[in-house]
Every structure is written in C-alpha cells, then in structure tokens.
C-alpha cells in the first residue's frame, strides 16, 4: 500500500530479479553467536503448546472465527464475542473477557460484536482488536501502551449507510497507518469491497 523508494521502478525490478537468484542462508534462522541452524534461548520449545480460550463458553458461535496476535511478553487470542491475553508460557493474564466489557462504553459498539481481528503492531509495539459491530460501525481498541493489559482507545468507525452491509471486515497495520476493509452488501447482493486508513499514530494517542 505504500512505497517510499526513490529508485526507478526498473532499477527496483533489476535488483529484485538478482535478489531471487541469491542463494539461501543456511544461517536465516540462527540466532547471534549460536551454531548454524540453532535457537535462541527465548525461542519457543516447538510442539509445546497451551489451551487457550475456549469457544463453546463464548456464545459458541460456529465457526468461531479464532485470531491471535504475538507481542514481545503477551498474546491475544479471540473468537468470536470474546478475547483473552496470556503470557507466551500459556499463563493467563486477562481471563476470557466478552469484547462489549472492553468496547460497550462507546454508543456505536454496545450491540451484536462478531467477526474479530487482533494484530500487533511491532514498530510501536501496540496492540489492535477489532470487532465488527452489527455490520454498521468497526469498533477498534488500540492499546495506548505496550501492556494490553492496560489503557485501550477505543474507536467506532460508520461502515455503510442506507441499507448497506459491511461483512468480513479485516485489519492491518503498515508504517503510519492502520487500515481496515471489508465486502459491502446490499439487502440482496454483494456490492463492492472497501478500504479505508487512519492515521495510527493518532489513534495510539487518544486522537
């Protein structure tokens, strides 16, 4: 969605064409100072795993529409009408949470939240949840800081008019922006797909 290059497009497409004849790096997954092909001691013991949350107490709508998003010290896993947050060791850190207790206090997100998104934002290490409010506003809670388990902003954003649809909807994040789209349906028909962007910074701050 953006490209900040100041090279030609054909000098980008050249060193593209050279960068995929370039060998691969038995070392690509090696961390600092350990041997080819070896973790890091953060790295996670692979087959290890955890319950996390389960669907069925959650109004048990099928399919759940399962999310997860990765932080440096947390996940967020979400189904729909629920989330909760754990260590990366399985513990937990928010119990099952209903997103009305996270989103309701804003007017425009108290009635049917289903279809939700998580993403973490690494370069300013910030979460994002998003949940779709009834096919008429996308409330967004960015967290305010690092810690989820912290302050949220929220935000409810209008995404159809008249008799409009907005259904699956999704979220993502680039370098100044967080972006959201979906597929509008009339009463009958699929319409047209959307996008639209917002300023992150803004948001993380409470604008």
């Given at each position: ?39 890091g001691a953060g790295a ?38 629920s989330f909760a947050i ?112 917002f300023n992150k910074w ?6």
């Amino acid at each position: 969605l953006e490209n900040d290059s100041i090279l030609p497009a054909a000098e980008i497409e050249a060193l593209r064409q050279q960068a995929l004849k370039l060998p691969p790096s038995a070392a690509i997954q090696t961390a600092p100072g350990a041997p080819d092909g070896a973790a890091g001691a953060g790295a996670p013991t692979v087959g290890v795993g955890f319950q996390a949350i389960d669907y069925t107490n959650t109004a048990g709508y099928v399919p759940p529409d399962p999310q997860m998003a990765a932080g440096p010290n947390h996940l967020i896993v979400a189904v729909n009408t629920s989330f909760a947050i754990y260590s990366k060791s399985g513990n937990v850190l928010r119990a099952p949470t209903d997103f009305l207790t996270l989103v309701g206090g804003n007017s425009n997100c108290n009635d049917f939240l289903l279809d939700p998104n998580v993403v973490y934002d690494e370069s300013a290490d910030r979460f994002i949840l998003a949940i779709d409010n009834d096919g008429l506003y996308y409330c967004m809670a960015v967290s305010a800081g690092p810690d989820p388990l912290g302050t949220w902003r929220i935000y409810a954003i209008p995404t159809a008019t008249g008799s409009d649809f907005f259904d699956y909807p999704h979220v993502g994040v680039g370098r100044d922006a967080i972006y959201m789209g979906a597929n509008i349906f009339t009463t009958t028909s699929f319409k047209e797909s959307r996008v639209w962007a917002f300023n992150k910074w803004s948001m993380y701050n409470g604008q």
